[in-house]
């Protein structure tokens, strides 16, 4: 932790302001401000009729009061509940083959590299550069299996400011050449792995138990996570029910299982703090167990497209209770960004709406849904929506300051109010448009 703070976190924005309470409907603020003392919110104004008393009653000077201009909002930062770092250098690559043969042809290749930490400081430094001048103030990371490289990505992911959940992958079963583990290894270092972080960190970076998926773990090395998980009482992250393939060859691996929920069920891996990514084919039964436990899904509206694995029903998952957030996927999609996964997840629905026939009554996510579910809703399926996510007294101040008037992708040539600044950012605004970002008051962009 940095003890000399060259950066001030106690501020005021004045302007805009945009953000969730629900899922129902955007907040909007045309002219108010937000009043930070040492990263944390504590007012959250509805004009600027109180912005000095707030001012005097914080002791913040004037030159730390920012007067937004015409064009720009202020909102939360955006939540990526599932990227791989060590993918980024295949962002792009390999959408020729589907999951399964993805991931021996590309991805263990490429992974199999990051014993070398050299090569991995270098992917991680640009990674969580680039994530965060997209807007990511909060990232869900998987590393590799190697112990070392996921402690660079953890120091980097400090340094730089990002709010994140960072992971050892574990693979003890069908491992391709030079890229396992024998489970005692396994289980030994991710208990060191977790102690390093949980003693030498921050408290924005949090370690994350990341069990590959069922077909890269056995089951005894499964049940040892889920019982580190209760010990240290720390998130789990892993892959559910993302491509056919993959489901059938899980039914046929755990025959005892009644389907590949039930197998992260036995093993202790469901739990509040756990965060399953695609869950495009779960059936109701799965769900039904999904919710009970306070599980969620990441939902990776990118990657299940460019993977070819299939179309993911956000609304269904809703509907049924389970907390849902957005997440890259990263290489399996091929872009950092939550702007794209936004809409992706709007295509997505709307896709899953025409095929459903006329008169079922479905409604196709909209942006003001999207926008939830890249704010507090990510938040909500991390478990850290009392620290981040919207604008709430008390919460940690992550915001992006959105300049939609500065030269980006866009020209906006016509008068246009906040609520088509919102809509125009989320369909047609790119990294640009992100003038700047904080977390936890921090400026990290
Ligand atoms: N399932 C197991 N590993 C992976 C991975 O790296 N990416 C995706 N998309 N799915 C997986
Ligand atoms: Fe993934």
């Not at 043969?101 to 070398?116: A, H, I, M, R, S």
């Not at 270098?122 to 990232?139: C, D, I, P, Q, W």
């Not at 999207?370 to 991390?382: P, W």
């Not at 996510?389 to 866009?410: E, Q, T, W, Y």
Request: with cysteine; net charge neutral; proline share 3%.
């Amino acid at each position: 932790v940095s003890q000399q703070k060259a950066y001030t976190t106690s501020f005021i924005i004045a302007g805009p302001i945009v953000h969730s309470e629900d899922i129902r409907a955007l907040t909007i603020i045309e002219h108010g401000f937000i009043a930070v003392v040492r990263g944390k919110i504590v007012s959250v104004c509805r004009n600027t009729e109180k912005l000095m008393q707030t001012q005097q009653e914080y002791g913040i000077e004037d030159v730390n009061v920012y007067y937004l201009n015409e064009g720009e909002f202020v909102m939360p930062g955006f939540v990526d509940t599932h990227i791989h770092a060590p993918q980024y250098p295949n962002a792009g690559l390999g959408y020729d083959k589907q999951l399964l043969d993805w991931l021996t042809t590309y991805t263990f290749p490429l992974e199999k590299k990051y014993v070398d930490v050299d090569f991995a400081i270098g992917v991680y430094e640009s990674v969580v550069r680039k994530t965060l001048a997209s807007g990511t103030t909060t990232a869900t990371y998987f590393a590799t299996i190697h112990y070392e490289s996921s402690l660079f990505l953890a120091d980097i992911v400090e340094r730089l400011g990002q709010r994140a959940f960072i992971g050892k992958v574990n693979m003890n079963h069908g491992t391709p050449e030079g890229y396992g583990e024998h489970i005692y290894d396994s289980f030994t270092c991710t208990e060191q792995y977790i102690r390093n972080i949980q003693c030498k960190r921050n408290e924005l970076v949090q370690p994350i138990i990341t069990p590959r998926f069922a077909l890269n773990c056995d089951m005894q090395l499964m049940m040892l996570l889920g019982e580190l998980a209760a010990k240290y009482n720390v998130h789990i992250q892993t892959h559910i029910s993302e491509s056919t393939g993959e489901v059938a060859a899980v039914q046929k691996l755990y025959p005892q299982c009644r389907n590949y929920a039930d197998v992260y069920d036995r093993a202790g891996l469901l739990t509040n703090k756990t965060v399953l990514a695609h869950g495009i084919h779960l059936s109701d039964d799965e769900l039904k167990v999904l919710a009970a436990r306070g599980t969620s899904i990441s939902h990776c509206p990118n990657s299940n497209t460019s993977l070819k694995s299939g179309l993911c029903d956000v609304r269904r998952l809703l509907d049924t209770g389970i907390k849902v957030g957005l997440g890259t996927d990263v290489s399996g999609g091929y872009s950092i960004s939550i702007l794209n996964a936004i809409r992706s997840a709007l295509q997505t629905s709307t896709h899953i709406f025409f095929k459903k026939h006329q008169g079922s009554g479905y409604i196709p996510l909209s942006y003001h849904e999207a926008f939830y579910l890249a704010t507090l809703g990510g938040a909500k399926a991390l478990s850290v929506d009392d620290k981040t996510g919207n604008f709430k007294v008390g919460k940690d101040f992550d915001a992006l300051i959105v300049n939609m008037r500065k030269p980006g992708p866009i020209d906006i040539l016509d008068k246009t109010d906040i609520k088509d600044l919102i809509q125009k950012f989320l369909y047609t605004g790119d990294d640009r448009n992100i003038s700047k970002v904080y977390v936890a008051g921090r400026q990290v962009k």
